[in-house]
């Protein structure tokens, strides 16, 4: 394989491709979250209980606001970039949070309780949901290393963390618990925002250690919550397993995360949960593009597992360089679906 065979071998794969036939900037309130403003945006404007600040991480607001408030306290870090914080790398996280919110992926699938519902507890996020689940080593643990690395500085409270009402050890919930249960992915998230204090800042860099704190994450959880896809019917379970899989391609590009970028690729993503019966690329509400990745995911899982992960391998090696990322990240960008 030469790196341009490889490139456009797997990128033709790649759910990014389709990303770049987006041609609608997104604009107005749509690029932020859901309930966005609502959330709050400093530690301190959340609960504060017995010298503690008290974070509910089983409700959508709390969590979100758990990303605002490394938005805002990482911000200074991120001027250069974008104004208005919008080319902070961090956007991708809340952004792909609010996707799950406004989907309905964070609600309780078992069909056992209202959480999650509009005609119940619309703000409560399950411990039953696959993705609920996975998102809190996406949010919480990331949030845990800022606090360690000391991006909020020095806090007047120490942090709680509430747990969820049921399957309570398959989380931790401070830094002393989560270090103590999973040293490396803390390590790696610290790094992360350890390296915005350098005086030595550069983007490639804080890309190169954000993803592989993501990606990091992803494989600590993948397997602790193989369990919560029972409770996804079998197209939404073979999603959620192809979408983990295939953000170990694009992290290897150092794929920007920021305001824009973000919105532009997520509009690809299917908006709604899929159900018994959708069949790839034959979903009739769903666009052609949209379509197209569910496709591209399930032929790149694929081609990855058949290959007993060497497409990866391969494909982390023709990243290994600058210039080897730059031209992955244009081809993510500037591919175009036949």
């Given amino acids: ?12 794969l790649s759910p990014a491709a389709a990303a770049a036939q987006s041609e609608n ?10 309930l966005w403003d609502l959330a709050p945006g400093n530690l301190l404007d959340f609960p504060v209980k017995d010298n503690r600040i008290v974070i509910s991480a089983w409700n959508y607001r709390d969590r979100l606001g758990v990303y605002k408030s490394l938005l805002n306290a990482s911000a200074k870090y991120f001027g250069a970039f974008g104004p ?11 952004l792909q949070h609010g996707w799950q919110f406004h989907t309905g992926r964070l609600a309780d699938h ?22 609920s689940c996975m998102n809190y080593y996406l949010a919480i643990i990331p949030f845990l290393g800022a606090v360690e690395a000391g991006l909020f500085g020095q806090l007047p409270y120490e942090i709680e963390i509430l747990p969820p009402e049921e399957q309570k050890d398959d989380f931790c919930y401070s830094v002393k ?26 983007l490639d860099d804080a890309l190169g250690l954000m993803w592989k704190a993501h990606v990091t994450s992803i494989a600590y959880a993948l397997p602790k919550f193989q369990d ?14 192809d979408w983990a899989n295939g953000v170990d391609f694009i ?23 899929l159900v ?20 591209s995911l399930r032929a790149l899982h694929k081609a990855n597992e058949l290959t007993g992960g060497l497409l990866l391998k391969l494909w982390k090696k023709a990243m290994s360089t600058e210039a080897g990322r730059k031209l992955g990240r244009k081809l993510l960008e500037n591919l175009t679906s036949s």
């Fill in 1 to 12: 394989f030469g790196i341009h065979t490889l490139l456009v071998v797997t990128v033709t």
């Fill in 25 to 34: 900037d997104v604009t107005g309130e749509d690029v932020y979250p859901p």
């Fill in 84 to 94: 208005q914080n919008s080319g902070n790398i961090l956007w991708g996280l809340p």
């Fill in 110 to 131: 078992s069909g056992g309780t209202s959480c999650g519902y509009e005609n119940g507890e619309l703000l409560c996020q399950s411990v039953r949901s696959w993705w």
């Fill in 177 to 202: 618990d989560c270090w103590s249960r999973m040293p490396e992915l803390m390590d790696d998230w610290k790094a992360f925002f350890e390296v915005n204090n350098s005086s030595s800042f550069k």
């Fill in 228 to 241: 919560r896809l029972k409770y996804l019917s079998h197209p939404e379970a073979t999603f959620g397993e």
């Fill in 251 to 273: 992290a290897a590009t150092h794929f920007s995360t920021d305001l824009q970028t973000t919105n532009t690729f997520q509009a690809f993503l299917p908006q709604r949960m």
């Fill in 276 to 295: 018994e019966g959708d069949v790839p690329p034959f979903i009739s509400d769903f666009s052609p593009e949209q379509n197209r990745v569910l496709v």
